[in-house]
């Protein structure tokens, strides 16, 4: 979260974490690669790290993105993070560079190698590019540090490839909000979420409901939930989701460069979208 002169807004980051804390979300991601990760400066990074790490969080698990352009910065990082107090690593594919299998795979292991912190790994071939494969996740299976898998292909049936390749070695997440449904009903056990920041105790309990196949409940509470979590989609996904978190009175709208405040039509849509979520909301 940034103040009004562009600094990162600490009073707001921790108000915000109290939020999601009170809500019973079950760990905390920072510096989302998707997010707003890459307008920080490394010092900021891991000054966030530091943040989080000695903020008031319980027992909820600090995991920070590794989302950096080249094997050092993304070794230094890691270090420099587990030092700062995080406890795991979201881990993706050098960024800004396509690799192919054979360089994503020996990337993967290189950073690993920098941490004694377990990894999750992540999977968005949509928006960067690079795949990390039902079989690439077969062959870095034997890597104790990789214990979960966000997978955002925005294809359902990765998942259970995954698990016919793999079995239950790894922890698979859903990583797309609108597909979190159809993630937990072939298997996967947890959420990275986006809405979560403006909704996590439906997020919550949506979660709750899949893990305890009570589905028929569920259901109702995604197809209400889904105009929502359609807004975690698309180049303008960090705007909209930090429009809706200003709308609800839990954060601000503000980004930083080069991304700009959503036009007027484009922001009275996401008002539109979540004035009518609010008058269904269900009880929880």
């Known amino acids: 979260k ?3 002169a562009d600094e990162i ?5 921790e108000s915000h974490l109290q939020f999601q804390r009170d809500a019973g979300v079950h760990g905390l991601i920072i510096l989302g690669s998707l997010g707003e990760n890459a307008t920080l400066s490394p010092d900021e990074k ?3 790290v530091r943040f989080f790490a000695r903020s008031d969080r319980g027992e909820l698990p600090l995991i920070a993105c590794i989302a950096e352009a080249s094997t050092r910065e993304a070794k230094e990082f890691a270090a ?4 700062e107090g995080a ?3 979201m881990l993706l594919p050098p960024m800004r560079y396509p690799s192919d299998g054979r360089e994503t795979l020996a990337f993967l292991q290189e950073v690993a190698a920098a941490t004694t912190l377990p990894i ?19 062959r870095l299976a034997d890597n104790p540090k990789f214990q979960a898998i966000k997978e955002s292909a925005a ?3 990765r998942i259970p490839e995954i698990r016919r390749l793999t079995g239950d070695r790894f922890a698979l997440f859903c990583g797309v909000d609108d597909l979190a449904l159809e993630c937990f009903a072939l298997g996967a056990v947890g959420w990275v979420a986006g809405l979560v920041v403006a909704f996590p105790r439906e997020t919550v309990k949506l979660w709750d409901l899949c893990m305890r196949g009570r589905w ?10 889904l105009p929502l979590l359609h807004l975690d989609i698309g180049p303008k996904f960090v705007q909209q989701i930090k429009l809706v978190e200003a709308l609800m009175g839990v954060g601000s709208a503000k980004v930083r460069a080069p991304r700009l405040q959503l036009t007027e039509a484009e922001a009275s849509r996401v008002e539109d979208i979540l004035a009518a979520s609010l008058e269904n909301r269900p009880e929880l």
């Open 155 to 157: 294809d359902t049936r």
């Open 120 to 138: 999750m790994l992540y999977n968005n071939p949509v928006a960067y590019g690079t795949d990390i494969t039902p079989e690439d996740f077969a």
């Open 9 to 13: 807004d600490w009073a707001s980051m």
């Open 46 to 48: 891991r000054e966030m």
């Open 2 to 4: 940034f103040t009004a």
């Open 87 to 89: 406890d795991g690593f």
């Open 216 to 225: 028929n409940e569920a259901r109702a509470i995604y197809e209400w939930f």
């Open 80 to 83: 420099a993070a587990e030092d």
